[in-house]
């Protein structure tokens, strides 16, 4: 099956194609740069892509069809997010902006500008207020900082309610907590912050990975989330307390790691650093996700297809499916064989 659809706005970058062979993954194929972030919508119907060029992609998730573009950014895209209802897409970029849009007619809402690239971004769970944060570079230190959309001027006027610093070391990731009571933010060093939504107040601060936090997401109770670390390891932690649950371990670093919100199962996707890759052997398409059981720590599969280190991945809302993004600036939709219910439900 092979579907192309326009996208949005003028001198879109070529045609949105989604190529299913047989019952092999779709292959996304609408980004000239490598993938920094995969995400579906609440529903799953919609799976949005951002990569190290202006483009920010939606896609329709059950068949590849690309439904439009973002347009507007001037440099990488380094995140993305939609609200509970999807009628709101939230970006960030390496053009020093965090951008809201209309979801469905791709129309810009809203501009913030920004004094560094914005690293990470998120709509709390009204889709009332939204989260993020900046990079420490160019003399400019890391806040996140809150924004609250009833109140129009405060985007008019780019005051945001709160703005937190961190100055020890830059936010490389976060995500709302339960409630939108606080976020969970991931450091440069390891450390991994609560930050009261309401005061900016540190809530509790732990140090469970030696290097640098690439990815969190929650589960989809919101009760657990899972980080993904240069460590060569994704942890999963309870959200309220950060206790750390469990550890699953590799030989690469991790880039991303996801929970499946139907099994107990992890799937992590990573590699070597972008600049090794070429150093070293180049068996076709042999970068793999790799799943883990959540409660045995036990790897119990591998699905290979990427000709670069992974960059992100996540799970479809219903679980039957998965979604990997690269370095290769492919984005793969992989449905799972009816084996895969059959053996966990006789499990």
């Not at 099956?1 to 326009?6: H, I, S």
């Not at 409630?179 to 309401?198: D, P, V």
């Amino acid at each position: 099956m092979v579907r192309a659809g326009r996208g949005w706005g003028s001198g879109v970058g070529g045609w949105g194609l989604g190529v299913r062979p047989g019952s092999g993954p779709i292959l996304l194929q609408g980004h000239e740069r490598s993938i920094t972030q995969i995400k579906y919508n609440r529903e799953g119907d919609l799976l949005f892509t951002v990569a190290k060029d202006p483009i920010v992609n939606v896609w329709y998730s059950v068949n590849g069809e690309r439904l439009g573009t973002y347009n507007g950014h001037t440099g990488a895209v380094w995140c993305v997010d939609a609200d509970w209802d999807t009628r709101h897409v939230l970006t960030g970029s390496a053009d020093n902006s965090c951008r809201l849009w209309d979801c469905e007619t791709g129309k810009q809402l809203a501009l913030v500008k920004t004094s560094s690239a914005v690293r990470t971004c998120g709509f709390d769970f009204g889709g009332n207020i939204i989260m993020f944060s900046t990079d420490k570079q160019m003399g400019y230190q890391c806040f996140v900082s809150f924004f609250d959309l009833r109140d129009p001027s405060q985007i008019e006027n780019n005051e945001p309610y709160m703005k937190i610093p961190c100055s020890d070391s830059k936010i490389t990731s976060a995500v709302w907590g339960p409630l939108g009571e606080f976020i969970i933010a991931g450091h440069e060093n390891g450390e991994l912050n609560q930050f009261s939504a309401k005061s900016g107040e540190q809530l509790s601060n732990i140090k469970e990975h030696t290097k640098q936090i690439n990815d969190i997401q929650t589960s989809r109770d919101m009760t657990m989330f899972i980080t993904a670390s240069k460590d060569n390891t994704a942890k999963l932690f309870d959200c309220t307390s950060l206790e750390h649950l469990k550890t699953f371990r590799t030989e690469r670093p991790v880039n991303s790691a996801a929970l499946s919100p139907i099994f107990d199962h992890v799937v992590l996707g990573g590699g070597q650093e972008a600049m090794d890759v070429t150093t070293t052997s180049t068996r076709i398409g042999k970068f793999e996700a790799r799943f883990f059981h959540l409660a045995f720590e036990e790897e119990f599969g591998r699905v290979k297809g990427h000709f670069g280190p992974i960059n992100s991945v996540a799970f479809h809302p219903d679980g039957k499916s998965y979604s990997s993004g690269g370095e290769d600036g492919y984005v793969r939709i992989h449905y799972f064989d009816p084996q895969y219910f059959e053996f966990e439900f006789e499990a």
